[in-house]
T-cell receptor, first 116, second 112 residues
Framework: NAGVMQNPRHLVRRRGQEARLRCSPMKGHSHVYWYRQLPEEGLKFMVYLQKENIIDESGMPKERFSAEFPKEGPSILRIQQVVRGDSAAYFC??????????????FGPGTRLTVL | AQSVTQPDIHITVSEGASLELRCNYSYGATPYLFWYVQSPGQGLQLLLKYFSGDTLVQGIKGFEAEFKRSQSSFNLRKPSVHWSDAAEYFCAGLDRDDKIIFGKGTRLHILP
């Protein structure tokens, strides 16, 4: 059973370009979370999605950032018109759908975005 | 607001020495707490977790952590560190909406 996959692992963009980060959850997992790790910081929650639904986007910047998790295919975190401050590691985690209790989140290896 | 604090940004210990990494939490009810390790350029690996029950939790790689409600702490320990333990360690808690709240991390350096 493959783990959470993220690609690309490293992404370099110039200011003003778009960045698309992909996350394929573990097989059988229907919940996806995105976290951002700024330099010298811990990870901070951005958004929580289920298939075709955004459940909680309270950690997403109000502009330029969007996320989706379509019925088919990976979850996408999209950053439009990137700025230097977007340079960070972006981690995806997935969890299974359980009826109750805590659903453990399994983390991917991350995408390191560098904005020149 | 729920928060997790790691007071030490860097810790240096000699190989073979014991280790304790500090973590304090601020939660209303019984928290769900975790320790993760991140090696350079890598993702996060779960070392151990505490939900309820025995307050001394055993994890992978010889790590353990003790939940102390009276001190609001969940410190990570290892009796004898190896050079391969050099990494960044994150304490984290789960909020009521199933979001993980991370501390800022402690970077562990190992002296030969």
């Amino acid at each position: 059973n493959a783990g959470v996959m993220q690609n690309p692992r490293h992404l370099v963009r110039r200011r003003g370009q778009e960045a698309r980060l992909r996350c394929s959850p573990m097989k059988g997992h229907s919940h996806v979370y995105w976290y951002r790790q700024l330099p010298e910081e811990g990870l901070k929650f951005m958004v929580y999605l289920q298939k075709e639904n955004i459940i909680d986007e309270s950690g997403m910047p109000k502009e330029r950032f969007s996320a989706e998790f379509p019925k088919e295919g990976p979850s996408i975190l999209r950053i439009q018109q990137v700025v230097r401050g977007d340079s960070a590691a972006y981690f995806c985690a997935s969890s299974p759908l359980e009826s109750s209790g805590y659903n453990e989140q399994f983390f991917g290896p991350g995408t390191r975005l560098t904005v020149l | 607001a729920q928060s997790v604090t790691q007071p030490d940004i860097h810790i240096t210990v000699s190989e073979g020495a014991s280790l304790e990494l500090r973590c304090n939490y601020s939660y209303g009810a019984t928290p769900y707490l975790f320790w993760y390790v991140q090696s350079p350029g890598q993702g996060l690996q779960l070392l151990l977790k505490y939900f309820s029950g025995d307050t001394l939790v055993q994890g992978i790689k010889g790590f353990e952590a003790e939940f102390k409600r009276s001190q609001s702490s969940f410190n990570l320990r290892k009796p004898s560190v190896h050079w391969s333990d050099a990494a960044e360690y994150f304490c984290a808690g789960l909020d009521r909406d199933d979001k993980i709240i991370f501390g800022k991390g402690t970077r562990l350096h190992i002296l030969p």
